[in-house]
């Protein structure tokens, strides 16, 4: 091999085609900016899809790697270790939670509360009560069980049979969960505000009617914080907001700021459920990414950091009602905290990834959300400075797709 910089085509040769990457390929980060192969810059409003939460290269992250590297990086789950110990205190201090598990990804933290709520409901009421509700649109990961839960069909096609026992019903839907709900349910699964599904909020009323109907028919409420979660809407967690508290909450992205780790948070009488032997996870909770987590939490659960969020989000909430202002593209502009969407007006519904690729021609990264909505979930730190050069970016890209 020369040392030639690798080339965004051989993707395509040595890659299972799944993706469709860009053209360009990143090399370095720092804080809120990347830069490619060109040297080409990049403001980042992307954040790797809600994961990057403290910014690319941060010091104190640097520092931890480090620290942590050159001490322990992985044993197993026969031993326990200190980082793990620290950061499960860490989370069950700062939440509803008494007992955490650690995994490597959203998916494999919810693959671990679905099993948990059905083993729950099986040692206590018996194997007839492993039905699940779940709600369209909603996203839980990319394995068969998280799937099959997922509100999009379209991820399930061709990977059949699905898991069995899940109803999908309209999100903020009441009346539809009350008639769908029995003493057969289970577990209710819910993100506080849908993510992947289009930035689309909980109504508290609905959450709160969630919580009355698993009290009522026993069932388990999960909440899926693996988007929202460590500070992403303004609160350390989204359930804080919907004045709910879950049995079981999922948190991943943002927690390991790149560094692949997940935790499944629970109320002491559901977690033990679990019993030795029921589950597992051969790199979960090892100490390096554990020991990463756990500055995460450190640089973000404090409250003028959380608060800062919020003004942040106000901040980035006008600049983009300004830029609709002048050139009215979207119907809506949405979320909250540092998770943020332009749900696209009629003339232009299904071309959110043009202004995505727009945005990326002019310096700018952005996300999607569906073919209507343009996302936007920077770093939990980004400058304000970096707001208005990215928004000011966003104009010229909008500007050149409405002409
Ligand atoms: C991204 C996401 C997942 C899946 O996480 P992975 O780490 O990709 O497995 C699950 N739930 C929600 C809400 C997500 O946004």
Redesign the pocket.
Known sequence: MSDQPLKRELFDQVMVPNYAPATMIPVRGEGSRVWDQEGREYIDFAGG??VTSVGHSHPEMLATLQEQGKKLWHLSNVMTNEPALKLAQQLTAATFADRVFFAN????A?EAAFKLARRYAHNKFGPEKHEIIAFEQG????TLF?VSVGGQAKYREGFGPAIEGITHLPYNDIAALEAAVSDKTCAIVM?PLQ??GGINAAAPAFAKRVRELCDQYQALLVM?E??TGVGRLGTLYGYEQLGITPDIL?S??GLGNGFPV?AMLASASVAEHFEVGTHGSTYGGNPLACAIASKVLDLINQPQVLSAINTKSKHFKAGLAAINERYNFCAEIRGSGLLLGCAMNKQYQGQASTFQQAAAEVGLMVLVAGPDVIRMAPSLLIPDTDIDDGLALLEQAVAKVVG
């Open positions: 899809i809600a990804s959203g998916a494999e919810n996203f839980h990961g990319r998280t993100e993510g992947e899926d693996v988007q999922t991943a992205k997940a």
